[in-house]
């Protein structure tokens, strides 16, 4: 249930991150509130470096509060109504957000680690995500990644340490404290221009 994207380039350089792990702290009792979403400090600063280097940034998270009524729509609304506020007060642009509403038992396509919104944003944005780096701090976050194509990162934060030792990690997945250092590795790479199908 995607968020609408910004008009778009004929060739651009594309990074897809989760939610909550990842640029705010998680909870074991889900997000279900703005006041209970908290950046995780450099977050916000890591994507607007991204922004400076080119890279729009869209965020593919499970949100399945919602089938579990902790939350609703329009709560999610003001949850990303803030985080979008608090991105543009330090220059950081999140060009869409793409959720799965869903409960597992539900077995729809959109839930990580199925790689239904990773399909939908390839769609949406008419290109390839080969080679597109995704940022994850679970194992299904870096699995719909793989399963599409993307180049996977973990992140420690959130349930980072724990999908760490657990291990089972797709092949090729960096490892890194949190996404200030994840995107201080990606931008010394050559980035990957996200084809148009």
């Not at 607007?48 to 579990?68: D, T, W």
């Not at 839930?111 to 290109?127: D, H, L, N």
């Not at 870096?142 to 990690?169: D, M, N, R, W």
Request: proline share 8%; net charge positive.
């Amino acid at each position: 249930m995607p968020q609408a994207p910004h008009p778009k380039l004929t060739q651009q350089k594309l990074i897809i991150l989760d939610r909550d792990g990842v640029i705010n702290h998680d909870s074991p009792d889900f997000i279900k509130s703005p006041e209970e979403w908290i950046p995780i400090p450099g977050s916000l600063e890591a994507i607007a470096r991204l922004n400076q280097a080119g890279y729009r940034v869209v965020i593919a998270s499970n949100q399945s509060g919602i089938a579990r009524q902790l939350f609703d729509i329009t709560t999610l609304n003001a949850i990303h109504a803030k985080m979008h506020r608090l991105a543009l007060q330090v220059g950081a642009d999140i060009d869409a957000v793409f959720f799965c509403p869903h409960a597992a038992a539900d077995n729809c396509d959109c839930r990580k680690p199925k790689p239904g919104m990773f399909a939908e944003i390839s769609k949406r944005y008419k290109v390839s995500l080969k080679g597109v780096p995704t940022v994850g701090d679970s194992l299904r976050d870096l699995q719909a990644g793989f399963i599409s194509g993307c180049v996977p990162y973990l992140v420690l934060t959130g349930k980072g340490e724990k999908t760490h030792v657990t291990g089972g990690l797709p092949p090729g997945t960096s490892v890194f404290p949190d996404l200030a250092a994840t995107v201080q590795d990606i931008l010394k790479q050559p980035a990957a221009i996200a084809a148009v199908n």
